[in-house]
């Protein structure tokens, strides 16, 4: 085993759940490379060091650039508002350091197209984080899909909804202000980087976004509250895709439903120990679908607990994340999702708004 300098840029609600993710790694898959809290960078000197003291990282700094350049950081987490994700990646591959950027990778296209080259450039690890779709039971999904085992996909429906701006009463803050902050740039990426993994490239798509409270306490939303969107993916199969940040009474819809010629699947993040399968096979009036508990059988349970049905966290998900940065560190090789992983997402996001305004549909090619 050897030990690897950490740096995470962002203290706040990720930054920490990254944070306890290092720390917890290596003692959960035993990891190969076990990672030091080196550094942690935020806003000011004081909100820096109460991170530190906090989360028990070394040292602290409000100045991402001293993190980026210091020699005892030698692989950097971002955690930071998405208009900062760019520069601080480019500083860091210009280093020959390993990046994990947080979803969406860039605050705009041009600005993952300039990252993924960055990465291409500098030839080291480089991971966008997408949690959700890394649940036991989702990975499960993704390998029946790839087995055949529901047979050829002919349809899926995802959504990523919840309510936090539900009421218009709620006042105006940062997550109102830029379209890297609104649906499509928050929720969306989660949805749609499942989708794919799933699926699939998407062909084409036609889409409506859309601001539902236009003004709140304290000022004007510059962004959008939802977004839908009809699409084809490659492979053949029809999608319906539906974002929300307004959907009152979900707090964490991240679902998704795959029809295939031999059977469905259904799961709900709101319950993400649990998947649904139908198989179609059998006399029809035993047929139904059946509610999966995952457990040990399961990928990436057993490491967390041995009890079948006992259930990982949203922490958990983080901790898989932090096991395949290292082991992408650590052997070389390319681990899903990279960096160009992310900008796939960002290539149907800005398909997505260009068709909202046109009112056509959008080939992701051409993006």
């Known amino acids: 085993m050897a030990e690897i300098g950490i740096g995470i840029v962002g203290g706040g609600y990720m930054g920490k759940a990254h944070a306890v993710a290092m720390s917890a790694v290596g003692a959960v898959f035993n990891t190969g490379l076990r990672p030091r809290l080196e550094m942690i960078c935020a806003t000011s000197p004081e909100s820096a060091e109460r991170y530190r003291a906090a989360y028990g990282f070394a040292r602290a700094t409000d100045d991402w650039r001293v993190l980026v350049e210091d020699a005892r950081v030698e692989a950097v987490v971002i955690a930071s508002p998405q208009e900062t994700h760019r520069g601080i990646a480019e500083a860091a591959f210009a280093l020959g350091k390993a990046v994990f950027c947080e979803k969406p990778l860039g605050a705009s296209l041009q600005d993952s197209q300039a990252m993924v080259a960055a990465a291409d450039a500098a030839g080291v690890a480089n991971m966008t984080g997408f949690n959700y779709i890394r649940t036991p039971a989702s990975q499960y999904a993704r390998a029946l899909i790839a087995d055949g085992v529901i047979g050829d996909v002919t349809w899926f429906r995802g959504e990523h909804t919840e309510d936090f701006l539900a009421d218009p009463e709620t006042p105006a803050s940062w997550r109102t202000v830029g379209d890297a902050n609104g649906t499509m740039g928050d929720l969306a990426p989660h949805m749609i980087n499942a989708a794919l993994a799933l699926l699939g490239p998407i062909d084409r798509l036609i889409a409506e976004v859309e601001t539902v409270h236009k003004a709140r306490p304290g000022g004007t939303v510059t962004n959008d509250d939802h977004g839908q969107m009809m699409c084809r993916f490659v492979r053949g199969a029809m999608g319906q895709l539906y974002f929300s940040r307004i959907s009152t009474g979900r707090k964490m819809g991240y679902a998704y439903e795959v029809t295939g010629t031999k059977g469905a699947i259904r799961f709900d993040q709101e319950d993400q120990n649990a998947l649904?399968?139908?198989?179609?096979?059998?006399?029809?009036?035993?047929?139904?679908?059946?509610?999966?508990?995952?457990g040990p059988a399961h990928p990436d349970y057993e490491p967390f607990c041995q009890g079948p049905g006992h259930g990982t966290g949203y922490q958990d998900q983080i901790i898989i994340e932090a096991r395949d940065f290292l082991r992408a560190i650590e052997t070389g090789d390319p681990i899903w999702p990279t960096f160009r992983d992310g900008l796939e997402v960002n290539r149907v996001i800005a398909a997505a708004m260009v068709s909202s305004t046109d009112k056509t549909w959008k080939a992701i090619s051409d993006f």
């Open 276 to 294: 649904w399968l139908y198989r179609a096979e059998g006399p029809e009036a035993t047929r139904g679908f059946t509610k999966i508990l995952t």
